[in-house]
């Protein structure tokens, strides 16, 4: 697999700052390349395995194979940024590729495409909080489908059985939509009560629980 593109410190005191494409204010340069193995200057085994581990596992879930790749190498970054050309080199992929992947991830609020003043390099960054902008879209991937699934009841009939399967589909979706906001607040709270000494450090997959006392 090719080397990981990796900056000197001295050409990352010297970037330049970031600046968004949607208007945000711009980020601090901060180094986004992959860890590097101490023996050859390669990415780091542990952060290859992981980043293929992870876009597989996305993969599987039905995200297209190097979308999938692409937001695992960025999540799996320490400050989860990389441009097009360090993630080619990183995945072993084209340039071309890279674009109509970022591209897709960009569409659907899993990273921000973000640009050097100064400089036509598009920077590419993945939100520390990226799963919460994915699955909080109600409108972008709950609306389309309620407003088919209405069509299609009317058309099929609303009182045979497959508009009653259809109805049952609207009132499922409708119901997640209304539950959406009370996930959001409890996140919220969540992240709330994890920032303070004390507060939940893990996931409830094996490792969960409160900080030990002191």
């Known amino acids: 697999m090719p080397s990981a593109p990796h900056a000197s410190p001295a050409r990352r005191g ?11 204010a711009p980020l601090s ?24 581990h992870l876009g597989g596992a996305l993969a599987e879930a039905g995200i297209a194979r190097l979308p999938a790749r692409v937001f ?19 995945l072993g992929v084209s340039p071309a590729g890279i674009s109509g992947a970022v591209r897709y991830l960009a569409q659907v609020r899993m990273v921000r495409r973000l640009r050097e ?3 036509r390099r598009d920077v590419f960054v993945v939100r520390d909080d990226a799963w ?17 699934l209405v069509v299609a009841r009317r058309e099929v009939g609303e009182h045979t059985r497959a508009g009653e399967r259809m109805q049952l589909s609207v009132e499922f979706l409708e119901f997640i939509q209304r539950e959406m ?9 969540h992240k709330a009560a994890r920032a303070r000494p004390g507060g939940p450090t893990r996931s409830a997959l094996g490792e969960a629980g409160p900080a030990p006392a002191r």
Do not use: C, N
């Open 181 to 189: 906001d009370g996930i959001a607040r409890r996140w919220e709270e």
């Open 14 to 24: 010297a970037e330049a700052p970031l600046s968004p494409v949607g208007g945000e």
């Open 132 to 148: 919460h902008d994915v699955l909080m879209q109600k409108e972008q991937i709950y609306a389309p489908i309620l407003a088919a």
């Open 29 to 52: 340069p901060v180094g986004g390349e992959a860890p590097l193995s101490p023996v050859g200057g390669g990415p780091d085994p542990a952060f290859v395995d992981a980043v293929e």
């Open 117 to 119: 003043r100064g400089s």
């Open 72 to 90: 695992a190498a960025l999540l799996a970054t320490e400050d989860g940024r990389l441009t097009a050309s360090e993630l080619a080199a990183l």
